[in-house]
């Protein structure tokens, strides 16, 4: 659960970046349609006020795959919450909102609690909770509609990237360009040797909106590859009274990451 939570973190953290975040759009007339698409794309999106959802999730690394399954649950820009298992046995349990991650692994009884900016400190680049969020839900890591891109039409795919690429790495993203949802998102940082994929398989049609049912995570640094595959089922969205239980148990060792 460990490596699958900070691997999550991980392409969330490499494909952050503050440069293209903070990049002011300015619209010239041969963006128009550019800035047509990106907005009918995140009209696509589905909203809702809470999610819930068992996923089944396949880990991989040369040393080792296993397969857990995991209980996902979510209030919209305030928590997420996730519960990992093995044959009906919690193995760990995380709730991260935007002020703090929190997770405990009861394997090795050891738990972490602190915020963001020590994750951040400890990967070197930003991170924060809305960039998770978005992830999950099969959205791009920060809103397209906030930066300057450039579009380019390819087979069954709009390929969207920077004007111009920031310097800590080169961003992808590729739509659907019938349904207008995400396909990939893709970071490569060739001086440190990184290369990462998050691939949205499937999604379901939802009140006429999209959500996605499954995704892909391939990780690969200096030569070591990992993936992380993800499947949705029985999700439900804006159950009354949706829980996020949370302690920490006695006696478990405080983790330093």
């Excluded at 001086?191 to 990462?196: S, T």
Aim: proline share 3%.
């Amino acid at each position: 659960m460990k490596k699958f939570f900070l691997l999550c973190c991980v392409t969330v953290l490499l494909i952050s970046c503050d440069a293209t975040k903070k990049a002011a759009r300015k619209t010239t007339p041969e963006d128009l349609t550019t800035l047509s698409l990106i907005n009918r794309h995140y009209d696509n999106a589905v909203d809702f006020e809470t999610l819930s959802a068992r996923l089944k999730v396949a880990y991989k690394d040369k040393k080792r795959s296993q397969n857990v399954s995991v209980t996902l649950r979510m209030e919209k820009d305030k928590v997420i919450w996730v519960n990992a298992s093995l044959l009906g046995i919690t193995l760990a349990r995380a709730k991260i909102t935007p002020e703090k991650v929190a997770f405990f692994e009861k394997l090795n009884g050891r738990y972490f609690e602190g915020d963001f900016e020590f994750l951040s400190q400890y990967f070197g680049v930003a991170l924060d909770f809305d960039q998770l969020q978005r992830l999950i839900i099969g959205q791009t890591v920060y809103d397209l509609r906030e930066g300057n891109y450039k579009r380019k039409d390819e087979a069954n795919t709009y390929a969207l990237t920077p004007k111009v690429q920031p310097e800590i790495a080169d961003l992808f993203f590729f739509i659907n360009n019938k349904t207008l949802n995400l396909k990939q998102q893709r970071v490569i940082q060739v001086e440190q040797q990184v290369a990462l994929d998050v691939t949205y398989k499937d999604f379901s049609t939802i009140n006429g909106k999209y959500f996605p049912e499954s995704f892909l995570i391939k990780a690969q640094k200096k030569g070591d590859k990992t993936t992380i595959d993800v499947e949705f089922r029985g999700l439900k969205f804006d159950e009354e009274g949706l829980r996020f239980p949370f302690t920490i148990p006695e006696g478990y060792k405080e983790m330093r990451l």
